[in-house]
């Protein structure tokens, strides 16, 4: 392997769990911006004693400081720039534009790993778990033979329909390429096309949606059966239309950001196995 | 079909739907015993005016009255038997022997549906739910991946074990016979035998037990990852020895009447499911 | 372990399969009755220097020598019960009741492991395979897509109809009881009653009998779509009436002895993963 | 729908196959080039009866001549060509440059469905099964429990790779893309980097090839389990170096062109299927 010194800077457990899955690699793993670790006196020798910098994910709420949850100080976002220089290799989640044009204009190699394909899919599986969890609370029937729509066949929407067809569900995919058609049909479940939300009654008891494109305004809803529960697990701007569905008193879930939620220590080694091959990369 | 009569005869929300689904089956469905229910004036009435009449599961909590939590009177066991004719078709869950044997005076046909191996089955479903979603609460990792024992492979294990290996879990099942092995092994999951409970050291995230025979016992528990999560399932007098786990630090989750809890529904369902076909035989 | 010695006496190709797995296992293994194995002189030496005798599946063809495919002599039966006494371990497939007599008679334990659960359940994996083949080769469809009954939910109907399902063929099981329908209900697949080859018009493209009992009759033909492809599984008295088929033009498989034709290797290693946990027991 | 005429011209069984699902779907069918069908008494009457003319897979196989296996007289492409005005819609399979371009200039649309994703897609079903196929005949052992290799997760890689997993075999993918990896890992399969081959000791009992580049060399095969059945799915210029493993006496199973072999009638319906959506367009 190499022999990375790795600084966890910040962030909520998944964080920790990230440090814990480095350390199981070999990895000589350091923290900071953490109540109960107590590495380095300041966020200088934290980062001087560094070759690569994990900064959370979201890197920050409110573009001043470091997202640090389980921190009781604060970390000025413009205290780390004037601590990077180009030896150092920085990966963050959600990275503002801005943070990055700094970093280029000091020659330091990082990487949004939130745009990683490999992390998106990864994550998947524990967001298909969340929702999963959702549907067992919300409904009075087994997931067995339940009629589920799972709008959306991305990287989401695939890990989702399976999971819910493993477990017995009645899955219709809504997608709108023929070869997702083929896919969904190679995986035996049926497809139909998003135009059907607005031409076919649909009588589905749950229904997903992964597509972050409004896909189920009033047309649609006015088609639907009034008791199908909506999971909302796509980010904003979403794709349920959440006035419509007020309106329409259907049930509404927001599901976002499950996998920090329903599984912080998985989520934490998905940001690992996902930033580990490209520090072995020559640049990022 | 055939004209039968059900009355519904107390229970809690299974009742109501298990007599919503003979209702949407083509039958005639009565209620007594709930609050909002208003078919019959008394219970003489209502069970005057039925051909075949549903009692809960469990059957009575006191021995004395009828188990009904959504009525606020009672109903004494000994009024529903000086009711009882040789005409009636009686079916109850959790039956005690003294009112069987009182039945069996009257010449009722009657059957405990409690015991047949069909709402086992069709139980064992909603059970495994139940178990995802106490592993997707308790655990901080995903059940893909999961290290998962489940003890025992009877109908529970079995359908148990194939949910969680359907979500990726990597599963373990203990048994005792070769033919449950070679069944284990026909569905592509590893086994152990339970002998391996004390002879090995076991590295689980979970261990689910479903056996109502003390299996996991201070000898075992030592054998166990101390951060293994334990979810009994079995009723009593159970497979894990709750002092030991206790004294030992280990998270215990008692899951017991899952089906009742995380699928109201569906479990009326499956009572309907089970006595239905048995309402068409001349005798129970 | 244990430091018994085996003999492997005559069979096919599974016979030298199964001797190299018990090799494999850390036995040792010894061979009498094939062309080109020469442990030994005569088949007094080979028994007498044994400890557990494994006799072929079949064990015999014409009740007076042993079935010795790959053997250019003759072994009578006869020979070899004048050599075993009663401290050999004697195992053989489908074991002619006057052979077991003689044993009995002789003190010594044996075990005709072809009535073996495990080993039918072990033996049901092949058995879908070999029908998958034959699927494959003679309908012009895909098994994914493909209508498919399985007639029986024994052991080998259970993994016939989960191989199919599992290659998206759209399967329905005939059985009869109401537990069986809650299994095949809880794997996902559809159910029918037998009584239903009768009253419905039945719309299949490959129908697998799997029992050994007349259900394939001429009432229940004449209802069948005659594209059907139907294929023999069971074993005498067959499922499928042979002639009727033949009269209305159905296209029949008679697939028996699947296992050892179509994974002689797997097939030996089934004997020997079902018998050795035996060899371990006092008594067989 | 549409009320287009459909010519079928020319091809083989999958053609035949192809118009009746055609039929079925409630279109006008004819058919040219075929001994045994009477729509037409000349190639220009049929061409100018017909709105979408769908010519064969492979298109032609000297390039002077449409390929027509069913037919004893020859199709000259210069004929064909010299019929097609402007109005018809062409659909082939492998349509040579020069054809394509000879149709633009004649302002004809044409989309050749040999090159559709969907059509790739949907073709992965028959080729994994005809895999499968290949496997149960090379092998002495069960699918179930086999340690299979896929080369490749493409279309056809992924579709092989859940088919043969689903049957129970122990199934590594071997890909590139780190997102291919978390593809992989959410299918509960495990995978390696094609690197791998070469680093490695690789013991399988069967590697399958999807990928139309050298990745099976000298180098590789030497570090490969010499026993291991090599099956080459792709197209030329192949994955496997077919001299060296001759060389090394690796058995080998050329396995192309698989849908129309295995499965001609479900090969006709996904042509039917993938070109019907295009038809609808206003252009190819």
Do not use: W
């Not at 009033?218 to 959440?242: R, T």
């Amino acid at each position: 392997m190499n022999d990375n010194t790795f600084l966890i800077l910040g962030g909520d457990n998944r964080a920790l769990y990230l440090g814990e899955y480095l350390e199981n690699q070999g990895f000589k793993v350091c923290y900071y911006a953490f109540n109960h670790t107590e590495c380095y006196n300041s966020l200088e020798e934290a980062i001087n004693s560094s070759d690569v910098i994990v900064l959370p994910l979201p890197f920050t709420k409110d573009r001043l400081t470091l997202n640090t949850p389980l921190f009781d100080d604060k970390v000025l976002i413009s205290d780390i720039l004037a601590l990077l220089s180009h030896k150092k290799k920085v990966f963050g989640g959600q990275l503002p534009k801005s943070f990055c044009e700094e970093l280029e204009s000091r020659d330091c190699s990082y990487c949004d790993y939130f745009l990683l394909d490999e992390l998106a899919i990864y994550n998947a599986v524990p967001t298909a778990e969340g929702v999963v969890q959702v549907l067992i609370e919300e409904l009075p029937i087994t997931i067995h033979g339940m009629k589920c729509a799972v709008l959306g066949y991305g990287r989401v929407g695939k890990v989702m329909a399976n999971t819910l067809y493993s477990l017995g569900a009645d899955v219709t995919v809504f997608a709108r390429k023929q070869s997702a058609f083929a896919e969904i049909s190679a995986s035996s479940m049926k497809y139909k096309h998003f135009d059907a939300l607005i031409t076919d009654f649909n009588d589905f008891d749950a229904m997903i949606n992964t597509v972050p494109v409004k896909v189920l305004g009033s047309a649609q809803l006015s088609k639907l059966n009034p008791d199908c529960v909506l999971v909302e697990v796509a980010s904003a701007p979403f794709g349920i239309d959440f006035q419509s569905a007020k309106e329409r008193a259907f049930k509404v879930v927001k599901a976002g950001s499950l996998p920090g939620k329903v599984a912080p220590k998985t989520a934490g080694e998905i940001i690992g196995r996902s930033i580990l091959p490209i520090t072995k990369e020559d640049k990022l």
